[in-house]
């Protein structure tokens, strides 16, 4: 199966989606810091990112999918938000935010797993 990178901050989201998506066969690499989320991008090279908006800073998880855009890192980013539960500002893929989807926190696994199948398949379209 896939391999999946989370990047959140909170160690209770690493662990509920990396068993939700471990039980459906992904491999799963993880990192707990943008620092650390970017290493293992380049280094494992994985066929999804699931990235947190707000980890040290309030924008990590937007600066850090620029990062990989800028970088030519062409990887399926689903990007996990509180944000606009507590902004009530609404976010949705641009340039300034390049990601491929977003979900609001907390997620259900159902939820969680179309995300991740819709993702690695257009993926495979590409």
């Keep these: 199966m896939a391999l999946i990178a989370i990047i959140d901050d909170d160690p209770d989201i690493l662990d509920s989606s990396s068993i939700v998506l471990k039980s459906k066969g992904h ?31 309030p924008d990590d998880g937007f600066y850090l999918a620029q990062k990989f855009r800028k970088e ?39 939820e969680l797993i179309n995300k991740v199948n819709n993702l690695l398949k257009a993926k495979e379209v590409k």
């Design 27 to 57: 491999n799963i690499v993880t990192a707990n810091n943008p620092h650390d989320g970017y290493k293992i991008v380049v280094e494992q090279k994985p066929d999804l990112i699931i990235l947190d908006v707000m980890m040290d800073e």
């Design 72 to 110: 030519g890192i062409t990887t399926p980013i689903l990007m996990y938000s509180s944000v606009s539960k507590a902004t009530g500002m609404e976010y949705d893929k641009s340039e300034l935010v390049p990601v491929d989807d977003f979900v609001e926190k907390p997620i259900s696994p159902e």
